[in-house]
């Protein structure tokens, strides 16, 4: 009886240990990525997305591998589904981000015919207005539903997703750019007026 009682208690403590993780964690995340000095700052931007995958992921490991009730299916599904996409898909953005920044090749340019986003081209003729959300600019286009054609999959999947929630498949991460929001906003606004401008009336 005094085992199973100890037992339990080691099973209470684990788990008042895994949810103080996972809140803290969770919370010292979201506090970094709301900042305002985390817009444009590298580094604090991967702190937060490391801290807040690591929150996530000791939480889903927990519930994949170490939960004691081996009949809750749900929680195990819900704990691999959290390991594939805070563990293994935060990893790669994580480095994907670090990857951008160590390379010297720009990932987005303004130009006077638009801009070149990873390497896509987006026309200012087919860029009908540019907005702000959390950490990134979204360049609303008037051909989302060809460019979601044109992709391959799974980027397709995740270009539809994004049509649904933003009415938009094309956007610029604030660590994208190097350069200041600012400066992106004043960049797109001039060459957008300048390529107004130089555009033929029959055009």
Not at 91 to 112: C, H, Q, Y
Request: net charge positive; hydrophobic share 45%; charged share 25%.
């Amino acid at each position: 009886m005094a085992l199973l009682l100890t037992e339990s208690a080691d099973k209470d403590n684990t788990e008042d240990w895994i949810g103080a993780t996972f809140f803290v964690g969770a919370g010292i995340s979201l506090l970094i990525l709301s900042s305002e000095r985390c817009k444009g700052n590298w580094l604090l931007t991967i702190a937060g997305l490391v801290i807040g995958c690591a929150a996530f992921t000791a939480v889903s490991v927990y519930f994949a591998f170490f939960w004691s009730d081996r009949a809750n299916i749900m929680l195990k599904l819900v704990g691999w589904i959290g390991i594939l996409l805070f563990g293994l898909c935060g990893t790669w953005k994580i480095a994907g981000f670090v990857r951008d920044l160590a390379s010297r090749k720009p990932r987005v340019v303004v130009d006077e015919e638009g801009l070149i986003v990873r390497g896509e081209r987006v026309k200012w003729d087919n860029v009908l207005h540019v907005k702000r959300d959390n950490y990134q600019w979204v360049i609303v286009t008037d051909d989302c539903e060809e460019r979601i054609a044109h992709a391959k999959v799974p980027k397709r999947w995740v270009m539809w997703l994004n049509y649904r929630f933003y009415r938009a498949t094309v956007f610029v991460p604030y660590l994208e750019y190097r350069g200041s929001e600012a400066d992106f906003a004043k960049q797109c606004q001039h060459f957008r007026n300048l390529h107004a401008a130089n555009k033929k009336p029959n055009e």
